[in-house]
């Protein structure tokens, strides 16, 4: 069973550091990158099959969720939208690692931070496995074959072809890296060896090689992880000791107090604008401070929610309390809320004051499972804020925020300066539909040109075709 994991492991890291390397090298956000991400699902489900472990629904709809982001990196152009993208997709890969080999069933926030810190960080021991591995079944068969030669049995005929293959595929890489380095260091022997295999070493073939040499060293160590189970991820959740719930009750209590009085001036003196501001204070500047410092105070309250479900003991007033922190939450949300409307009514939109908005919507969500879980300790809290995270995004990201801020910025006479400068190739198709509408120029026009020429450049590689570039470079030649 080792000799063949070890080589079903060799197998899938060779293929996938291939397939890694093709999709995605120098093409970093074009339709291969959904290519790579189905690849790295399947090659994690072929081990698990290889090993007997049945697979999860779970994991089909994790899976899902990562396909569906992975398709949105090569239709937008925004490198914010991407940047997050690639970081659900990061996330929700060990989580499908960690859902598939292990009971993650009663695992908390921590818990499931912790492990998925420990499976990170734990495989990089494994990354010389390649070699250590291959030492070790070939010890054990130099061993075997002297037990048996010392027992008086014929030793049977080594098959000296896979050996051989193994050898070869362990020096390639070796030689891929060595080679280059080699011909980079003294001229005579690159000539030497360009003469002899008829192409030239260049900056793109060392880079290619590089990077499909590290990914097959760190397919193998993830591989390896994957197989070998962590003892102390694979041990029933044992509950920690809790407190008595007074300690809990008392600051919640006080906290409270505060809160009362606050979530009171907001009723009465933000949505319903009645009462006296203090001297030199107008609705406009009132409305427009204090937006971040309550979307700070809002993840305060859901930390200490669920700190306080975790480690005070079962209680009725605490959890009353608890509750009533939440709908203190939802009175300082819809607070922030209305503050962000009417300073973008004010000043027009921007995508931090865009994404902000989808932050409200998700710390709302959160907070409701964050109430469930106050009334049903087993209710599974991770797994619901992770799907109300990984949705909403989708749906906020397939909106392509770029576009919608253009068309209101601009319908509604706002930056135009921003608008044509800060936003990505997303928002161009809206920007030359309202040219003539924004007092565009011939000069202006090749600025806007030229902005995102490198960005929409025709590309001869087809591994870096991206839809939003292909939509602004049809838009754009529109005003040339």
């Given at each position: 069973m080792e000799k063949k994991l070890?080589?079903?492991?060799?197998?899938?890291?060779?293929?996938?550091?291939?397939?890694?390397?093709?999709?995605?090298?120098?093409?970093?956000?074009?339709?291969?990158?959904?290519?790579?991400?189905?690849?790295?699902?399947?090659?994690?489900?072929?081990?698990l099959r290889f090993l007997g472990e049945t697979v999860k629904q779970s994991a089909y709809v994790i899976v899902a969720g990562i396909t569906v982001l992975a398709i949105h990196v090569c239709t937008t152009g925004s490198l914010r939208l991407i940047l997050v993208d690639k970081l659900l997709i990061f996330v929700l890969f060990f989580v499908l690692f960690l859902n598939s080999l292990y009971d993650d069933e009663k695992w908390d926030v921590t818990g499931y931070c912790s492990a998925i810190l420990q499976f990170l960080f734990s495989s990089v021991s494994f990354v010389g496995n390649v070699i250590s591995e291959a030492v070790a079944i070939r010890r054990e068969k130099a061993e075997e074959a002297a037990a048996a030669e010392a027992a008086g049995e014929k030793p049977q005929k080594e098959g000296v072809v896979r050996y051989v293959i193994l050898g070869l595929i362990i020096s390639v890489p070796l030689l891929l890296i060595i080679v280059p380095l080699l011909a980079s260091s003294d001229a005579v022997f690159a000539n030497v060896v360009s003469d002899a295999l008829k192409f030239e070493i260049d900056e793109d073939v060392v880079g290619f090689t590089a990077l499909?040499?590290?990914?097959?060293?760190?397919?193998?160590?993830?591989?390896?992880?994957?197989?070998?189970?962590?003892?102390?991820?694979s041990?029933?959740?044992?509950?920690?000791?809790?407190?008595?719930?007074?300690?809990?009750?008392?600051?919640?209590?006080?906290i409270l107090i505060v809160y009362a009085i606050y979530c009171g001036i907001q009723v009465y003196y933000l949505f319903l604008g009645a009462g006296k501001l203090p001297e030199?204070?107008?609705?406009?500047?009132?409305?427009?401070?204090?937006?971040?410092?309550?979307?700070?105070?809002?993840?305060?309250?859901?930390?200490?929610?669920?700190?306080?479900?975790?480690?005070?003991?079962?209680?009725?007033?605490?959890?009353?309390l608890l509750t009533i922190v939440c709908v203190c939450t939802y009175v300082m949300l819809g607070s922030s809320l209305y503050r962000?409307?009417?300073?973008?009514?004010?000043?027009?939109?921007?995508?931090?004051?865009?994404?902000?908005?989808?932050?409200?919507?998700?710390?709302?969500?959160?907070?409701?499972?964050?109430?469930?879980?106050?009334?049903?300790?087993?209710?599974?809290?991770?797994?619901c804020a992770l799907g109300a995270l990984v949705l909403t995004w989708a749906v906020f990201a397939f909106s392509y925020p770029d576009r919608w801020i253009a068309r209101y910025n601009?319908?509604?006479?706002?930056?135009?300066?921003?608008?044509?400068?800060?936003?990505?190739?997303?928002?161009?198709?809206?920007?030359?539909?309202?040219?003539?509408?924004?007092?565009?120029?011939?000069?202006?026009?090749?600025?806007?040109?030229?902005?995102?020429e490198d960005a929409i450049a025709d590309e001869k590689d087809f591994r870096n075709f991206n839809f939003s570039e292909s939509r602004a470079r049809e838009a754009l030649r529109k005003l040339r």
């Open positions: 070890y080589f079903k492991k060799l197998e899938l890291s060779i293929i996938y550091a291939v397939v890694f390397t093709v999709c995605l090298y120098k093409a970093p956000h074009g339709i291969t990158f959904p290519v790579f991400a189905v690849a790295t699902a399947a090659a994690f489900f072929v081990v499909a040499v590290f990914m097959f060293f760190v397919a193998f160590a993830l591989l390896t992880r994957c197989t070998q189970r962590m003892v102390s991820l041990m029933p959740v044992v509950e920690g000791k809790k407190r008595n719930p007074v300690t809990a009750i008392t600051a919640v209590t006080v030199g204070y107008t609705y406009a500047s009132y409305v427009h401070e204090g937006f971040y410092e309550l979307v700070f105070v809002c993840l305060i309250n859901l930390v200490m929610v669920l700190f306080c479900q975790k480690h005070s003991k079962e209680n009725v007033v605490l959890r009353v962000m409307i009417l300073y973008i009514e004010a000043y027009g939109f921007t995508y931090l004051r865009a994404f902000v908005l989808w932050a409200l919507a998700v710390i709302a969500l959160v907070m409701a499972a964050a109430v469930a879980l106050v009334h049903k300790a087993d209710f599974p809290f991770v797994k601009i319908e509604n006479g706002f930056d135009t300066e921003y608008t044509c400068t800060e936003l990505s190739t997303d928002a161009v198709p809206v920007v030359v539909s309202h040219w003539n509408g924004i007092g565009g120029s011939k000069l202006s026009a090749i600025s806007y040109w030229e902005q995102f």
